[in-house]
């Protein structure tokens, strides 16, 4: 049983809004479902990803409107990696949204803070592009490469990782999960002196994906690791077990199905505020109160 790859990762904002220009505007995501938080269904839970939002792709954020910006301490993610086919690539959004440039690398801030680094994909992972009338197909990105967490224990092997959940060491606290359909960089850094703090770009967790049929396999693998693994939770387009690993950082698992067309017409994904079922009753409530967030690419075609 090995997992697929990377599923998605959920941070937090402070402005839903403007989230949406700079993922569905700048950087040219698709917004593919705008809902609510299941277990807080005052807050939005937008996702965005490539025209499908395909695990691998998939980049999501809870909203709680004016949150103070957050830090990235011990246990937490304090870097995305997103692909991108090619050197030009880098040089096309240097210019669209500046940024510093390393090797192989572009490094700049989302509108809450939060660090993103665009990296030349070097992992073979097929791309997941969205399609955006002002980026170029070939500069688009491609999904997700890696990410990178503080820890104070960085440069011995994490047997949860290698032998439970089947990621490779690859020394100086860096691994590669060998997805059956992506692979993913995934390594730790010293963490800084400061504490952590949640809040407005900081990540809240990552998650796996998993074919249907082994979730509840997972499930079983981690409890008999020693793992506190949650029960499973159903979030509408996929089902979800959660579990802290070793060094504080929130881990899920999810299935691929049933997906985001479940409840939405592909052609239209993203539209129309879409609640599950134990919160439709508060449809009237949520319209009202949350703040409007118009999809970027309705209001393009508009
Ligand atoms: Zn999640």
Request: without cysteine.
């Amino acid at each position: 049983m090995n997992l697929v790859g990377l599923h998605h990762i959920t941070m937090i904002t402070g402005d839903a809004q403007e989230n949406a220009r700079f993922y569905g505007d700048v950087l040219g995501l698709r917004l593919v479902k705008k809902t609510v938080n299941f277990d807080q269904p005052d807050a939005y839970h937008l996702y965005f990803g490539d025209e499908t939002g395909a695990p691998g792709s998939i980049l999501t954020w809870f909203e709680f409107p004016g949150a103070a910006r957050g830090r990235a301490g011990i246990g937490m993610i304090h870097t995305l990696q997103l692909g991108v086919a090619s050197e030009a690539a880098l040089d096309f959004w240097q210019a669209r949204v500046g940024g510093t440039r390393g090797e192989g690398s572009l490094r700049f801030t989302d509108s809450d803070g939060l660090q993103l680094e665009l990296v030349v994909s070097s992992l073979g992972n097929p791309p997941l592009a969205a399609a955006h009338p002002e980026i170029p197909a070939e500069h688009a990105i491609t999904g997700l490469e890696g990410a990178r967490a503080y820890s104070v224990y960085a440069n011995v092997e994490e047997r949860v990782l290698t032998h439970t959940l089947g990621f490779t060491y690859q020394g100086a606290g860096e691994y590669v999960l060998e997805g059956s359909e992506r692979r993913f960089n995934w390594a730790y850094d010293p963490a800084p002196a400061a504490r952590g703090a949640q809040g407005a770009g900081t990540v809240h967790h990552i998650a796996w994906g998993s074919r249907d049929e082994d979730h509840l396999a997972w499930q079983e693998r981690i409890a008999s690791a020693g793992g506190y693994v949650s029960d499973v939770r159903d979030r509408d387009y996929f089902q979800s077990i959660y579990f802290g690993e070793p060094r504080g950082v929130l881990f899920e698992i999810a299935t691929l199905s049933p997906g985001f067309a479940v409840d939405e017409d592909p052609a239209h994904l993203g539209e129309g505020l879409k609640l599950p079922k134990q919160h439709e009753h508060l449809r009237e409530h949520l319209e009202s109160t949350l703040r409007p967030v118009e999809n970027p690419r309705t209001a393009r075609v508009a």
